[in-house]
T-cell receptor, first 114, second 110 residues
Framework: EAAVTQSPRNKVAVTGGKVTLSCNQT?????MYWYRQDTGHGLRLIHY???????EKGDIPDGYKASRPSQENFSLILELATPSQTSVYFC?????????????FGPGTRLTVL | QQNVQQSPESLIVPEGARTSLNCTFS?????YFWWYRQHSGKAPKALM?????GEKEEGRFTIHLNKASLHFSLHIRDSQPSDSALYLC??????????FGKGTHLHVLP
């Protein structure tokens, strides 16, 4: 089964600090995604990638950057963290491309910005 | 813009009940649909998919798809407390991303 891992699993950051969330997948999926999940909003897409070197803006990209240095790794970067970015962040791989493929999620990172 | 709407937002049922969760989608050209299940504190995980009109059954779970009415649903027979979770429906037809609904919180009381 597809394996997606995330680090760290929990993070407390200060307002204005830089935060990097990392994601690794071992199933050679081209597509990777970053979502945040908040009560009442469901899963909201922040950034996605079609493969190494590509990043695309999702539905709520403001305040976030992404980096895809390799097929396996996809990072989400908060250059200047704010309390409104307190959330649970999920990385996923697979799916998309309009082909109906299953999407595989990592375990999530709980980020608290004080 | 494509979107997926789920109903109800929350549902409480007794153990053994038949449970129905609903989704409507906005694009008549959509053709690939998934249900994901997310237990509390865990990641979403794919449950079932359906790609053509009609019905698909896997154990206690059945999906119905009616493209003409832009509707698909998940039915759980003999609901168990272990079925308590957030259920997310998804339209995976878009060429770039999966469109998720906001989810239905299901609570099955023992």
């Amino acid at each position: 089964e597809a394996a997606v891992t995330q680090s760290p699993r929990n993070k407390v950051a200060v307002t204005g600090g830089k935060v990097t969330l990392s994601c690794n997948q071992t199933n050679n999926h081209n597509n990777m995604y970053w979502y945040r999940q908040d009560t009442g909003h469901g899963l909201r897409l922040i950034h996605y990638s079609y493969g190494a070197g590509s990043t695309e803006k999702g539905d709520i990209p403001d305040g976030y950057k992404a980096s895809r240095p390799s097929q396996e790794n996809f990072s989400l970067i908060l250059e200047l963290a704010t309390p409104s970015q307190t959330s649970v962040y999920f990385c996923a791989s697979g799916g998309g491309l309009g082909g109906g493929a299953e999407q595989f999620f990592g375990p999530g990172t709980r980020l608290t910005v004080l | 813009q494509q979107n997926v709407q789920q109903s109800p937002e929350s549902l409480i049922v007794p153990e053994g009940a038949r449970t129905s969760l609903n989704c409507t989608f906005s694009d008549s050209a959509s053709q690939y649909f998934w249900w994901y299940r997310q237990h509390s504190g865990k990641a979403p995980k794919a449950l079932m998919s359906i790609f053509s009109n009609g019905e698909k059954e896997e154990g206690r779970f059945t999906i119905h798809l009616n493209k003409a009415s832009l509707h698909f649903s998940l039915h759980i027979r003999d609901s168990q407390p272990s079925d308590s979770a957030l259920y997310l429906c998804a339209d995976d037809t878009n060429a770039y991303k999966v469109i998720f609904g906001k989810g239905t919180h299901l609570h099955v009381l023992p």
